[in-house]
């Protein structure tokens, strides 16, 4: 009898006789099938499957070519044993639901779901490069400043899908952040996400939601009551995995490691890498608090705090062994000074001398390129947010732009200068075309009730109406409403007249 494989976690699970379909992963305690092999090149749908990418929580991810479009796209295919689940069927067709509605430049954007006899799928945009699992397993310990502009981006897009759609992820973790060739970092698997705008959750028996490396206490407790700090919880423990190269809880279970998340001391990173900061160390600690209540109380608070550490960072610019470049040569200098002449001691602090200079001209050119590029990646994510989000999202992307404004990069202060301009000119067109329709309206209303009263002979109340709104309406200080007013007044005055006139000649 053949091994099954944990469609969550990826490990062999023994198959028993009594269990020839399904059983529990002793790993991640996740309900699971055997998974069916997709030969390269077989056809699902309109997609070909051309080689296997990995493991989602509901099923197998493949790279595939959209035979219509000619294009590459990621597909995910259901486990069969809970495509005929329709409570798993609901939960993987709401993956594409919860896709659907996003627009965000840091969320992998779905294109379509279907059925190929028995076959459950869905597509969605690929994204070449590798998650963040990929660098950790292979030995990566991320640089602090790297980890935290990762962590910014995802918090971006976690802000934009909580306050535009009130939902929450529920799985983040490494494995589901990937990072595209340009650095552009992709959040994925929204399979398990929740909404709070809809009651009707979906409870699946026997498959735990989320992953318990990165889960919140209250997600672990399987509360109800799930808001957008279960999330932070997740982020903070990711964040903590990626500067470390450890995840913050490790044990033999999925329990044990739950017990840890629930009751455990929040670990120092500094204990594990000593070049961390302090600074980075307390936001780990306030993201992953036990009570959700002494984390950040929202998104905005946490990126904020999170660009002030990254500021800092820049400003403060060490070695990866935390020293300054000149600290490393100090004990080199002493020892030469005991064994050499001064006239090579001389000759070897001008060399040193110059190669110090040159060693922090390409320091400084280094961190200057990096520094620039992510200006220019968040400018790209700033103008997508400007073009496609809510008034509070355009805000912030706004104030992002006057930074870049203010930046010492021409090309980007110049490009964000003219964008915010362009905003506004657009806003301001936009303002003043629903004001000319406002207007339009209530000149419209004016001169039908006026038109109402001429009818019935009431001039006299025609004429008090135009008067009391040229002294209190809304437009009354409008030259263009003044002249119209101005006319109906004329020529209800002379209509009046005549009225007069036509009774004095009874």
């Known amino acids: 009898m053949n091994d099954m494989k944990c469609s969550k976690c990826g490990k062999s699970i023994p198959a028993s006789a009594d269990e020839q379909n399904a059983s529990i992963c002793r ?14 090149e077989k056809q699902i749908g309109d997609y070909i499957i051309k080689n296997h990418l990995g493991i989602g929580g509901m099923g197998e991810v493949f790279l595939a070519e ?22 798993y069927l609901e939960r993987f067709f709401n993956e594409v639901r919860m896709l659907a509605q996003v627009e965000h430049p840091n969320v992998v954007k779905a294109i379509e779901a279907g059925m190929d006899g028995s076959t459950c799928y869905f597509s969605m945009m690929y994204i070449p490069g590798k998650d963040l699992k990929r660098y950790l397993d292979e030995g990566k310990v991320f640089r602090e400043h790297d980890a935290l502009e990762i962590i910014t981006q995802v918090a971006l897009a976690l802000d934009s899908v909580w306050k535009t759609h009130k939902l929450i992820h529920r799985d983040i973790k490494p494995a589901n952040i990937m990072l595209a060739p340009e650095g552009e970092v992709k959040l994925m698997d929204l399979g398990i996400s929740k909404s709070l705008e809809k009651k009707d959750e979906i409870t699946v028996a026997g498959m735990m939601i989320g992953s318990p490396t990165y889960m919140a206490p209250e997600q672990a407790r399987a509360q109800r009551d799930l808001d957008f700090r279960a999330d932070m919880y997740s982020l903070g423990a990711s964040y903590y995995h990626m500067i470390t190269g450890i995840p913050p809880y490790d044990a033999d279970t999925s329990i044990g490691i739950i017990s840890m998340h629930l009751s455990d001391p929040i670990p120092d990173p500094r204990k594990t890498n000593p070049s961390i900061s302090a600074s980075s160390s307390a936001l780990i600690k306030k993201m992953m608090a036990k009570d959700r209540n002494d ?5 905005d608070d946490a990126i904020e705090e999170i660009t002030r550490i990254t500021e800092s960072l820049e400003n403060n610019q060490t070695s990866t062994d935390g020293t300054t470049p000149a600290s490393k040569y100090k004990s080199v200098i002493r020892s030469s000074v005991k064994s050499m002449g001064w006239q090579r001691i001389t000759a070897l602090l001008v060399l040193l001398f ?30 997508q947010i400007l073009e496609n989000a809510d008034s509070e999202q355009r805000k912030k992307a706004l104030a992002i732009l006057e930074q870049i404004k203010k930046s010492p990069y021409p090309g980007l202060s110049e490009k964000a200068d003219k964008s915010i301009a362009e905003f506004k000119k657009k806003t301001a067109e936009a303002k003043e075309k629903a004001a000319l329709s406002k207007k339009m309206e209530a000149l419209d209303m004016l001169k039908k ?37 101005s006319r109906s007044l004329e020529y209800l005055k002379r209509k009046q007249q005549e009225k007069l006139n036509g009774l004095l000649d009874e």
């Not at 959209?66 to 796209?73: E, T």
């Not at 597909?75 to 409570?87: M, T």
Request: hydrophobic share 40%; with cysteine; proline share 3%.
């Open 27 to 40: 790993e991640c305690a996740f309900k699971t099938v055997e998974l069916p092999v997709y030969a390269p």
């Open 66 to 87: 959209q035979k219509s479009l000619k294009r590459m796209v990621a597909l995910k295919i259901l486990q069969p044993g809970l495509a005929g689940n329709s409570e």
């Open 295 to 299: 984390r950040f109380q929202n998104w």
């Open 354 to 383: 110059l190669f110090l200079l040159a060693f922090s001209a390409v320091v400084r050119k280094s961190i200057n390129d990096t520094h620039r590029n992510n200006t220019a990646r968040i400018y790209a994510s700033a103008i």
């Open 449 to 485: 009730k006026s038109y109402e009263l001429e009818q019935d002979a009431k001039f006299k109340r025609a004429i008090e109406l135009w008067n009391s709104y040229m002294k209190t309406g809304e437009f009354r200080n409008e030259s263009s409403f003044r002249e119209e007013a």
